[in-house]
Protein backbone atom coordinates (compact mmCIF):
# COMPACT_ATOMS: atom_id res chain seq x y z
CA UNK A 1 0.00 0.00 0.00
CA UNK A 2 1.45 3.41 -0.64
CA UNK A 3 2.07 6.14 1.32
CA UNK A 4 -1.76 7.46 0.74
CA UNK A 5 -5.00 5.65 1.41
CA UNK A 6 -8.89 6.26 1.00
CA UNK A 7 -11.14 6.80 3.88
CA UNK A 8 -14.56 8.32 4.39
CA UNK A 9 -15.24 11.21 6.60
CA UNK A 10 -18.22 12.50 7.78
CA UNK A 11 -18.16 16.67 6.68
CA UNK A 12 -21.20 17.72 8.12
CA UNK A 13 -24.71 16.77 8.55
CA UNK A 14 -25.90 14.44 5.53
CA UNK A 15 -22.89 15.16 3.88
CA UNK A 16 -20.03 11.89 3.55
CA UNK A 17 -17.06 11.86 1.05
CA UNK A 18 -14.07 10.01 0.56
CA UNK A 19 -10.58 11.38 1.01
CA UNK A 20 -7.27 10.92 0.71
CA UNK A 21 -5.33 10.29 4.21
CA UNK A 22 -1.54 9.27 5.58
CA UNK A 23 -1.86 4.89 5.24
CA UNK A 24 -1.47 4.40 8.77
CA UNK A 25 2.09 2.69 9.88
CA UNK A 26 3.04 0.53 12.86
CA UNK A 27 4.37 2.51 15.79
CA UNK A 28 5.20 -0.23 18.12
CA UNK A 29 5.93 -3.88 18.36
CA UNK A 30 2.61 -5.06 19.71
CA UNK A 31 0.73 -3.35 16.58
CA UNK A 32 -0.96 -4.70 13.05
CA UNK A 33 -1.99 -2.83 10.34
CA UNK A 34 -5.89 -4.29 8.98
CA UNK A 35 -7.34 -3.78 6.11
CA UNK A 36 -11.05 -3.44 6.61
CA UNK A 37 -13.18 -6.33 4.25
CA UNK A 38 -16.82 -5.14 5.73
CA UNK A 39 -17.76 -2.68 8.29
CA UNK A 40 -21.48 -1.77 9.55
CA UNK A 41 -23.17 2.02 10.42
CA UNK A 42 -23.49 1.83 14.28
CA UNK A 43 -26.84 3.38 15.42
CA UNK A 44 -24.28 6.51 16.76
CA UNK A 45 -23.65 6.98 13.50
CA UNK A 46 -26.97 6.79 12.24
CA UNK A 47 -28.14 9.89 14.65
CA UNK A 48 -24.66 11.53 13.94
CA UNK A 49 -25.17 11.48 10.16
CA UNK A 50 -28.88 12.51 10.32
CA UNK A 51 -27.68 15.51 12.78
CA UNK A 52 -29.32 13.93 15.98
CA UNK A 53 -26.08 13.80 17.85
CA UNK A 54 -24.28 16.91 18.78
CA UNK A 55 -20.82 15.55 17.33
CA UNK A 56 -19.91 17.75 14.71
CA UNK A 57 -17.93 16.76 11.62
CA UNK A 58 -15.38 16.77 10.07
CA UNK A 59 -13.93 13.25 10.84
CA UNK A 60 -13.13 9.74 9.98
CA UNK A 61 -16.13 7.81 10.46
CA UNK A 62 -17.06 4.01 10.92
CA UNK A 63 -15.94 1.87 14.15
CA UNK A 64 -17.71 -1.81 13.31
CA UNK A 65 -15.26 -3.46 11.36
CA UNK A 66 -13.97 -6.94 10.29
CA UNK A 67 -10.69 -7.25 8.24
CA UNK A 68 -7.60 -8.80 6.82
CA UNK A 69 -4.06 -8.27 8.51
CA UNK A 70 -2.15 -6.84 6.56
CA UNK A 71 1.13 -6.07 8.62
CA UNK A 72 2.18 -7.40 12.13
CA UNK A 73 5.22 -5.82 14.58
CA UNK A 74 7.62 -8.19 16.20
CA UNK A 75 6.06 -8.67 19.32
CA UNK A 76 2.96 -9.28 18.40
CA UNK A 77 1.34 -13.11 19.55
CA UNK A 78 -0.97 -15.32 17.84
CA UNK A 79 -1.78 -13.57 14.70
CA UNK A 80 -0.09 -13.06 11.23
CA UNK A 81 -0.26 -11.17 7.75
CA UNK A 82 -3.66 -12.92 5.55
CA UNK A 83 -5.57 -13.49 9.28
CA UNK A 84 -8.95 -12.20 9.36
CA UNK A 85 -9.91 -10.76 12.79
CA UNK A 86 -13.12 -8.91 14.28
CA UNK A 87 -11.20 -5.29 15.52
CA UNK A 88 -13.13 -4.21 19.23
CA UNK A 89 -14.73 -0.40 18.74
CA UNK A 90 -12.72 0.78 21.62
CA UNK A 91 -9.20 0.63 22.42
CA UNK A 92 -8.26 -1.35 25.20
CA UNK A 93 -4.95 -2.80 26.98
CA UNK A 94 -6.05 -5.68 27.39
CA UNK A 95 -3.76 -5.99 30.95
CA UNK A 96 -5.08 -3.44 33.19
CA UNK A 97 -7.31 -3.90 36.23
CA UNK A 98 -10.80 -3.18 34.17
CA UNK A 99 -9.42 -5.26 31.12
CA UNK A 100 -8.79 -7.85 33.49
CA UNK A 101 -12.45 -7.61 34.89
CA UNK A 102 -14.21 -7.38 31.34
CA UNK A 103 -14.59 -3.88 31.66
CA UNK A 104 -12.59 -3.05 28.33
CA UNK A 105 -14.45 -0.13 27.70
CA UNK A 106 -13.21 1.47 30.83
CA UNK A 107 -9.00 0.46 30.01
CA UNK A 108 -6.92 2.38 32.36
CA UNK A 109 -4.06 2.75 29.65
CA UNK A 110 -5.71 4.57 27.21
CA UNK A 111 -7.49 8.35 27.58
CA UNK A 112 -11.38 7.57 28.46
CA UNK A 113 -13.66 6.93 25.52
CA UNK A 114 -10.54 5.70 23.33
CA UNK A 115 -12.24 4.24 20.36
CA UNK A 116 -12.58 4.61 16.54
CA UNK A 117 -14.15 6.49 13.90
CA UNK A 118 -15.52 9.35 16.04
CA UNK A 119 -12.91 12.00 15.17
CA UNK A 120 -10.09 13.65 17.57
CA UNK A 121 -12.45 13.74 20.64
CA UNK A 122 -11.61 10.37 21.17
CA UNK A 123 -7.91 10.31 20.58
CA UNK A 124 -7.93 10.01 16.41
CA UNK A 125 -7.42 6.44 15.69
CA UNK A 126 -9.25 6.32 12.69
CA UNK A 127 -12.27 5.69 10.63
CA UNK A 128 -13.18 1.91 9.85
CA UNK A 129 -14.62 2.58 6.48
CA UNK A 130 -10.22 3.05 5.27
CA UNK A 131 -7.98 0.98 3.25
CA UNK A 132 -6.16 0.41 6.75
CA UNK A 133 -6.39 1.02 10.54
CA UNK A 134 -3.65 0.80 12.96
CA UNK A 135 -4.48 -1.65 16.33
CA UNK A 136 -2.52 -1.33 19.04
CA UNK A 137 -2.08 -4.01 21.56
CA UNK A 138 -2.89 -6.33 18.87
CA UNK A 139 -1.94 -9.52 20.54
CA UNK A 140 -5.02 -8.84 23.53
CA UNK A 141 -7.61 -6.52 20.75
CA UNK A 142 -7.60 -8.56 17.87
CA UNK A 143 -9.86 -11.75 18.23
CA UNK A 144 -9.93 -14.44 15.28
CA UNK A 145 -12.85 -15.12 13.32
CA UNK A 146 -14.25 -18.93 13.61
CA UNK A 147 -14.53 -20.89 10.21
CA UNK A 148 -17.26 -20.89 7.98
CA UNK A 149 -18.53 -17.45 9.14
CA UNK A 150 -19.47 -14.85 6.35
CA UNK A 151 -17.54 -11.50 7.42
CA UNK A 152 -20.49 -9.57 6.29
CA UNK A 153 -23.08 -11.47 8.55
CA UNK A 154 -20.62 -10.06 11.22
CA UNK A 155 -19.75 -6.78 10.68
CA UNK A 156 -21.64 -5.12 13.44
CA UNK A 157 -20.22 -7.81 16.22
CA UNK A 158 -17.39 -4.59 17.23
CA UNK A 159 -20.25 -2.91 18.61
CA UNK A 160 -24.00 -2.79 18.34
CA UNK A 161 -24.15 -6.81 18.46
CA UNK A 162 -22.42 -6.51 21.62
CA UNK A 163 -24.38 -4.20 22.90
CA UNK A 164 -27.27 -6.24 22.32
CA UNK A 165 -26.17 -8.68 23.48
CA UNK A 166 -24.94 -7.58 27.26
CA UNK A 167 -28.31 -6.14 27.58
CA UNK A 168 -29.91 -9.67 27.93
CA UNK A 169 -27.64 -12.85 27.61
CA UNK A 170 -25.42 -12.66 31.06
CA UNK A 171 -29.11 -11.61 32.96
CA UNK A 172 -30.49 -15.07 30.55
CA UNK A 173 -27.72 -17.08 32.18
CA UNK A 174 -28.57 -15.92 35.67
CA UNK A 175 -32.21 -16.13 34.85
CA UNK A 176 -32.76 -19.27 32.44
CA UNK A 177 -36.09 -18.68 30.48
CA UNK A 178 -36.93 -15.11 31.99
CA UNK A 179 -39.38 -12.67 29.91
CA UNK A 180 -37.74 -10.13 27.80
CA UNK A 181 -39.21 -6.52 27.18
CA UNK A 182 -37.41 -4.52 24.36
CA UNK A 183 -38.46 -0.54 24.11
CA UNK A 184 -37.29 0.27 20.81
CA UNK A 185 -37.34 3.57 18.67
CA UNK A 186 -33.80 5.21 19.20
CA UNK A 187 -30.87 2.78 18.91
CA UNK A 188 -32.52 1.20 15.76
CA UNK A 189 -30.11 -1.65 15.66
CA UNK A 190 -28.89 -2.32 19.00
CA UNK A 191 -33.37 -2.85 19.86
CA UNK A 192 -33.20 -5.79 17.06
CA UNK A 193 -29.96 -7.72 17.90
CA UNK A 194 -31.18 -7.40 21.85
CA UNK A 195 -34.24 -9.48 20.51
CA UNK A 196 -32.28 -11.86 18.44
CA UNK A 197 -29.69 -12.51 21.45
CA UNK A 198 -32.95 -12.76 23.78
CA UNK A 199 -34.29 -15.62 21.95
CA UNK A 200 -30.99 -17.06 20.90
CA UNK A 201 -30.24 -17.43 24.64
CA UNK A 202 -33.44 -18.87 25.66
CA UNK A 203 -36.46 -15.88 26.66
CA UNK A 204 -39.73 -17.23 27.04
CA UNK A 205 -41.61 -14.16 25.71
CA UNK A 206 -39.46 -11.61 23.95
CA UNK A 207 -42.20 -8.23 23.30
CA UNK A 208 -41.08 -5.50 21.22
CA UNK A 209 -41.93 -2.15 21.41
CA UNK A 210 -41.75 0.77 18.57
CA UNK A 211 -43.54 2.89 16.16
CA UNK A 212 -41.95 2.57 13.29
CA UNK A 213 -43.43 -0.70 10.88
CA UNK A 214 -40.54 -1.73 9.08
CA UNK A 215 -39.16 -2.60 12.64
CA UNK A 216 -41.88 -3.94 14.01
CA UNK A 217 -41.89 -6.03 11.51
CA UNK A 218 -38.39 -7.17 11.76
CA UNK A 219 -38.39 -7.96 15.30
CA UNK A 220 -41.95 -10.74 14.87
CA UNK A 221 -40.06 -12.15 12.22
CA UNK A 222 -37.18 -12.68 14.69
CA UNK A 223 -39.67 -13.97 17.05
CA UNK A 224 -40.53 -11.32 18.93
CA UNK A 225 -44.20 -9.90 19.98
CA UNK A 226 -44.48 -6.49 18.30
CA UNK A 227 -46.00 -3.94 20.09
CA UNK A 228 -47.12 -0.64 18.28
CA UNK A 229 -46.88 2.50 19.32
CA UNK A 230 -45.20 4.72 21.84
CA UNK A 231 -44.19 3.82 25.42
CA UNK A 232 -46.75 4.22 27.64
CA UNK A 233 -46.27 4.17 31.37
CA UNK A 234 -45.72 0.17 31.75
CA UNK A 235 -45.89 -2.73 29.10
CA UNK A 236 -46.29 -4.85 32.14
CA UNK A 237 -43.97 -6.35 34.53
CA UNK A 238 -40.57 -8.32 33.08
CA UNK A 239 -37.34 -9.84 34.56
CA UNK A 240 -35.40 -8.12 31.82
CA UNK A 241 -36.27 -5.13 30.26
CA UNK A 242 -34.05 -2.72 27.88
CA UNK A 243 -34.03 0.93 26.74
CA UNK A 244 -32.97 1.32 23.31
CA UNK A 245 -35.58 4.50 22.90
CA UNK A 246 -32.84 7.31 23.49
CA UNK A 247 -36.12 9.16 24.80
CA UNK A 248 -37.12 9.88 28.53
CA UNK A 249 -40.37 8.57 27.96
CA UNK A 250 -38.97 5.29 26.92
CA UNK A 251 -36.51 5.19 29.84
CA UNK A 252 -39.26 5.24 32.12
CA UNK A 253 -41.61 2.98 30.94
CA UNK A 254 -38.47 0.09 30.38
CA UNK A 255 -37.59 0.78 34.19
CA UNK A 256 -41.13 0.93 35.35
CA UNK A 257 -41.84 -2.31 32.95
CA UNK A 258 -38.93 -4.01 35.17
CA UNK A 259 -40.31 -6.81 37.55
CA UNK A 260 -39.54 -6.63 41.42
CA UNK A 261 -35.41 -7.55 41.74
CA UNK A 262 -35.48 -7.84 37.81
CA UNK A 263 -32.91 -5.65 35.59
CA UNK A 264 -33.46 -3.00 33.28
CA UNK A 265 -30.46 -2.25 30.66
CA UNK A 266 -30.06 1.05 28.92
CA UNK A 267 -27.89 1.66 25.19
CA UNK A 268 -29.06 5.17 24.65
CA UNK A 269 -27.21 8.41 24.79
CA UNK A 270 -28.56 10.46 26.93
CA UNK A 271 -27.18 13.69 25.88
CA UNK A 272 -28.87 16.33 28.23
CA UNK A 273 -27.18 17.04 31.69
CA UNK A 274 -30.26 15.27 33.49
CA UNK A 275 -32.76 12.90 32.66
CA UNK A 276 -35.96 12.06 34.55
CA UNK A 277 -36.25 8.37 36.11
CA UNK A 278 -38.47 7.35 38.34
CA UNK A 279 -36.61 6.64 41.25
CA UNK A 280 -39.41 6.59 44.13
CA UNK A 281 -41.44 3.16 41.93
CA UNK A 282 -37.76 2.02 41.25
CA UNK A 283 -36.78 1.85 44.66
CA UNK A 284 -40.29 0.16 45.90
CA UNK A 285 -39.72 -2.74 43.40
CA UNK A 286 -35.96 -3.07 43.73
CA UNK A 287 -34.61 -3.17 40.35
CA UNK A 288 -31.15 -2.74 39.18
CA UNK A 289 -30.54 -0.24 36.66
CA UNK A 290 -27.65 -0.68 34.20
CA UNK A 291 -26.52 1.77 31.96
CA UNK A 292 -23.48 2.91 30.13
CA UNK A 293 -21.11 1.79 27.37
CA UNK A 294 -20.84 -1.73 26.08
CA UNK A 295 -17.33 -3.44 26.70
CA UNK A 296 -16.57 -4.21 22.91
CA UNK A 297 -13.53 -6.45 23.42
CA UNK A 298 -14.76 -8.87 26.22
CA UNK A 299 -18.20 -9.02 24.57
CA UNK A 300 -16.56 -10.26 21.07
CA UNK A 301 -16.26 -14.07 21.91
CA UNK A 302 -19.09 -14.67 23.29
CA UNK A 303 -20.95 -13.45 20.71
CA UNK A 304 -19.42 -15.43 18.36
CA UNK A 305 -19.68 -18.50 20.01
CA UNK A 306 -23.58 -18.26 20.17
CA UNK A 307 -23.55 -17.18 16.04
CA UNK A 308 -21.12 -20.29 15.35
CA UNK A 309 -23.86 -22.15 16.96
CA UNK A 310 -26.20 -21.06 14.85
CA UNK A 311 -28.44 -19.54 17.51
CA UNK A 312 -28.03 -15.92 16.63
CA UNK A 313 -27.90 -14.94 12.91
CA UNK A 314 -27.06 -11.08 12.94
CA UNK A 315 -27.42 -10.94 9.29
CA UNK A 316 -31.14 -10.87 9.54
CA UNK A 317 -31.14 -7.42 10.75
CA UNK A 318 -28.97 -6.40 7.69
CA UNK A 319 -31.45 -4.37 6.16
CA UNK A 320 -29.02 -3.02 3.16
CA UNK A 321 -26.09 -4.66 2.13
CA UNK A 322 -24.04 -2.49 -0.16
CA UNK A 323 -20.79 -2.11 -2.08
CA UNK A 324 -18.12 -0.21 -0.52
CA UNK A 325 -17.65 2.31 -2.93
CA UNK A 326 -21.25 3.30 -2.58
CA UNK A 327 -20.76 4.20 0.98
CA UNK A 328 -21.37 7.73 0.90
CA UNK A 329 -24.91 7.10 -0.55
CA UNK A 330 -25.48 3.86 1.49
CA UNK A 331 -24.66 5.10 4.81
CA UNK A 332 -27.88 7.26 4.89
CA UNK A 333 -30.18 4.52 4.16
CA UNK A 334 -33.50 4.84 6.87
CA UNK A 335 -33.32 1.28 7.57
CA UNK A 336 -31.81 -0.27 10.43
CA UNK A 337 -28.40 -1.37 9.60
CA UNK A 338 -26.29 -0.94 6.83
CA UNK A 339 -22.91 -3.06 6.46
CA UNK A 340 -20.92 -2.16 3.47
CA UNK A 341 -18.40 -4.73 2.05
CA UNK A 342 -15.75 -5.36 -0.73
CA UNK A 343 -17.05 -8.62 -1.72
CA UNK A 344 -20.67 -7.04 -2.77
ZN1 LIG B 1 -20.96 2.48 18.08
ZN1 LIG C 1 -6.77 -2.01 29.78
Redesign the pocket.
Known amino acids: MGNTMRHLVFVEKGRLEWREAPTPTLQGDDEAIVRPLAAARCDLDTAILFGRAPIPGPFAIGHEFVGEILEVGNAVRGFRPGDRVVVPFQI?????????RGF?GN????PPGAMYGLGASRGDWGGAMADAVRVP?ASNMLVRIPDGISLDAIASVSDNVVDGWRTVAPHLHDLPGADVLVVAGGAWSVGLYAVAVALASGASKVDYLDTDRARLDLAEKLGARAIDGPPPKRVGRYAVTVDASSEPTGLACALCSTKPEGICTSVGIYFSETTPVPLNEMFYSGITFKTGRAHSRAGIEPVLKLISSGKLRPELITTRLAAWDDAPEAMFDVSPKVIVTRTA
Open positions: SCGECGYCKTCENVF
